[in-house]
């Protein structure tokens, strides 16, 4: 079964810091690309960022609003991904999910899709 | 701000149709990909690419694009098929991932 399980959230004050991991099991992990997208309650998916194979040369990307905080980085040996968070802020508060990247060539377009997600981890920021 | 935008909220009747869209610049480089959730719940991809649909999603769904515009089509709306729904694409630089603010969708 393809599966993908989140840990290490729960509450974290200001200015602290968290690492969440993501277990992957089922599919090839060291070949695929690895995701990070949060939600806060009541508010819609975010994507946080990704960390390639090592045949992309383990490449990295954040969004803005992370960018500098958060490093993502990956154990092949282990089949998981991390998310460290850094300078945490109260805005951070959400539930963490890591997702996997698929990607085919399209005629005329690029096919790009997440599947499986994990369950999510939650992540509060409070003091 | 997300550079894919939906409606907020959509009602369908039922076992009518609805169609779910999704406008964007990088949708004219890039298919959507399609995800559904429920409360309390991870999203669910339900279609990806020109119109596929992974094992499990019933038929009921498809998918299309044209131009800067995608849409989920949902033929015959069930109760369970209630949820949000949220369309994902590259960015205009192709280097990184947005996703649209999400429609909730109510079946009535």
């Known amino acids: 079964e393809v599966q993908l399980v989140e840990s290490g959230g729960g509450l974290v004050q200001p200015g602290g810091s968290l690492k969440l991991s993501c277990a992957a099991s089922g599919f090839t992990f060291s070949g695929s690309a690895m995701h990070w997208v949060r939600q806060a309650s009541g508010k819609g998916l975010e994507w946080v960022g990704r960390i390639r194979s090592k045949a992309n040369s383990y490449a990295t990307a954040y969004a803005a609003s992370v960018k500098g905080r958060f490093t993502i980085s990956r154990d092949d040996s282990k089949n998981t991904a991390y998310l460290q968070m850094n300078s945490l802020k109260t805005e951070d508060t959400a539930v963490y999910y890591c997702?996997?990247?698929?990607?085919?060539?399209?005629?005329?377009?690029?096919?790009?899709?997440?599947?499986?997600w994990g369950q999510g981890t939650l992540v509060t920021v409070s003091s | 701000s997300s550079e894919l935008t939906q409606d907020p909220a959509v009602s369908v009747a039922l076992g009518q149709t609805v169609r779910i869209t999704c406008q964007g610049d990088?949708?004219?480089?890039?298919?959507a990909s399609w995800y559904q959730q429920k409360p309390g719940q991870a999203p669910v991809l339900v279609i990806y690419?020109?119109?596929n649909r992974p094992s499990g999603i019933p038929d009921r769904f498809s998918g299309s694009s044209s131009g800067n515009t995608a849409s989920l089509t949902i033929t015959g709306a069930q109760a369970e098929d209630e949820a949000d729904y949220y369309c994902?694409?590259?960015?205009?630089?192709?280097?990184?991932?947005?996703f649209g603010g999400g429609t909730k969708l109510t079946v009535l």
């Open positions: 990088s949708l004219r480089s890039y298919y």
């Open positions: 997702t996997r990247h698929q990607a085919a060539a399209g005629t005329g377009r690029g096919i790009n899709w997440f599947d499986p």
């Open positions: 994902n694409s590259r960015d205009s630089s192709g280097n990184l991932v947005v």
């Open positions: 690419g020109k119109n």
